[in-house]
């Protein structure tokens, strides 16, 4: 994806099941409380909203006429045949019965924090959870079809580190709290303890090869944060190296409740730094999305995929 970010992380970038969605209290996705239960043919406020989602985060392509202009009913609140197939895709992706409708458990995963890299980075992705929902929307038949295929992906067009590349250099900008420093050097260590990468602090931060960064709202980099307990961070692809997390967010090292484990949502982005992509393995550290009060380390997925994409032996 070259210059945008790898969508993210997490955690980029969802709540406990009940008839009425509390929501975790976030003001940004209250709209969602009016969608339960909406279905194809349905007109409710919010579905645009959502829509604009399903389209971040790659379940929900743009239309483009013969001329080659943008065909805009996207924008509107019609649940039509598109907006379907994108719910189910939605449900497919995170192991949801695929029914098409906005059901409650939908909407809860829908309002769990992630990560701001998108989940669908490929037609090939995209065919084939479509092509599971037409033969059939049982968890069986997902579990089946889904040990075909990869569970872990990249970017388009593989970026990655050139083979002279394996020692990286990381900073973290002035914006960095001091207190957030270390549960990041360690999930840097992590990465380095089971794969060929090397990493430090980089001496001289105008030449580093990557850059942590924390921010709020727009930041600049045509991708702005939405406030605590939305997006919580983001990446992007070799060899752009930058990495910003949400400042607004609930940060601590640990498992506590209603907070947010920062080495874990380190441990994602970086492999996005590296040029994995987001990954179906509910336990794979580059899973989309997390809950508060959680913490996750490596798994055989994260490290397989980047043994796939460097072809190198690990550790």
Sequence with gaps: MGSKPLAILLFISILPLCFSLPLRQVSRLSFLNDLQGSKKGD????????KNFFRRYGYLN?????????IDHDADDTFDDRFESAVKTYQQYFHLNSTGSLNAETLSQLATPRCGNPDILNEA??????ENNNNDSSHDHYHQLSHAVPHYSFF??????????YHLTYEF???????AKAPVTRAFATWARHTHFKFSLATNSRRADLKIGFYRGNHGDGYPFDGSG???????????????????EKWVVGAVRGRFDLETVALHEIGHLLGLGHSRVKNAIMYPTIESGSTKGLNADDIEGIEVLYNVPLP
């Design 43 to 50: 007109n409710v406020k919010g579905i645009s909203k959502l």
């Design 230 to 248: 939305g997006t919580l961070a983001h990446a992007f692809t070799p060899t752009d190296g930058r990495v910003h997390f949400d400042s607004t």
């Design 173 to 179: 900008l002035p914006n960095t709290h001091a207190d």
């Design 125 to 130: 992705t995209g065919r084939m959870l479509l």
């Design 156 to 165: 388009p067009g593989r970026p990655r580190w050139p083979p002279t590349k």
């Design 62 to 70: 743009h239309q483009i006429n013969v001329t080659g202009h943008l």
